[in-house]
């Protein structure tokens, strides 16, 4: 499973991956999360609300600031 956060720079996009890669750690620490924070991706990716989870290439949530209780329900609803 990977997981990418897309986000750059904003508090909510840090937070988000951090509560993601905690969540992601607790469920299995084989989880891959990555950090996508570089402009060129976001835009070839076509994503305009940041913060961005894509898990497994869906997007599952886009603009919202998780905490790692959503994080978690969000990763076992999509494995």
């Known amino acids: 499973m990977i997981i ?4 750059n720079c904003c508090h909510a996009c840090h937070a988000t991956y951090q509560a993601v890669k905690n969540a992601a750690t607790d469920i299995d620490p084989n989880i891959e999360v ?3 924070s570089d402009i060129m991706q976001i835009l070839q990716l076509g994503i305009i609300n940041a913060p961005t989870v894509i898990i497994n290439d869906k997007i ?12 978690r329900q ?3 609803q999509n494995r």
């Open 4 to 7: 990418k956060v897309i986000g």
């Open 34 to 36: 990555q950090h996508v």
């Open 60 to 71: 599952v949530t886009s603009g919202e600031h998780l905490t790692i209780e959503q994080a």
């Open 74 to 76: 969000l990763i076992l």
